[in-house]
């Protein structure tokens, strides 16, 4: 597949991860970005609007978009509410979808996976494309088989709109899976405060910060009598997301399910 080209149309192209999914899609020659999706500046280029190298136009009805310019794969990077009618549009047209919106609930990839078996096409939702924070969750997991007590510690730029971060809830699911529910702390806490000891997982505290400066970090911090383990990943610029985009634009063509987390289709 890796000769063969793809063709990619890139939702939220002006957002700061579209940015640079415009400019990876623009440089990797087995890729060809035949369109973008924004809800305004409609049949402008991306030259015209964003000074992109790319004569690509951009659509506000991804159903047009999808006709006219007939994509392999789209990668959506917008906001959770619109991702998620993008991805519904996408497989309806048999356009593979790549998403690294975050926010999706447990319900909506319910039934996105119900759609992507129906269509016997393949889907990769990613909560994280930054491979370091995929082997920080993976180290994370493996850690849980030996450490019960474990806090998710989650930071993010202020302009991020959900909390915990997707990163975060997968962090804690795949800690979940290896490990029986705990409460932890005193039995008789108290919030003096509420929200102070955060939001819960089967057990497991989530806190999330949200600082001008930072862009996505997260610390998975384990305690045990006399001992903790730190394992922390830091994304400092978004340029960071783009090796796990194009290799899930790769895989998404070689699937014909929903693939959840990117975790699951490396090594
Ligand atoms: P952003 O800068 O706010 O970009 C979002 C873009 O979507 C904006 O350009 C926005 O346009 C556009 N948009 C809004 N409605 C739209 C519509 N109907 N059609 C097309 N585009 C629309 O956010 P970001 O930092 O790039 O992040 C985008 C998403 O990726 C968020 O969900 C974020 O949490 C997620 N993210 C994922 C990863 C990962 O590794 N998976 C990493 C970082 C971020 P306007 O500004 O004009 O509204």
Redesign the pocket.
Known sequence: MSNETIKVVI?????????EAVKLAVRTPHFELVGA????YDQKTLREVMSADSDALIY?D?RACFRETKPDVLID????E??K??TKAALEHGVRPV?????FSEADLQELHALTEEKEIGAII?????LG?VLMMKFSQMAANYFEDVEIIEL??D????AP???ALKTAEMISSVRSEKQQGHPDEKEILPGARGAELNGIRLHSVRLPGL??HQEVMFGMDGQTLKLRHD?YN?AS?MS??KLSVEQVMKIDQLVYGLENIID
């Not at 939702?11 to 940015?19: D, F, K, S, T, V």
């Not at 990077?77 to 959770?80: S, V």
């Not at 998403?99 to 926010?103: N, Y």
């Open positions: 939702a939220g192209p002006r957002g700061r991860m579209g940015q999706i924004d809800h305004t506000t991804i990077l917008t906001t959770p619109i991702g009618k993008h998403v690294g919106t975050t926010g990613a909560p994280n494309f930054a924070a993010h730029h302009q991020k709109l959900d971060s997707g990163t862009i996505a994304s978004r997301f796990g985009v």
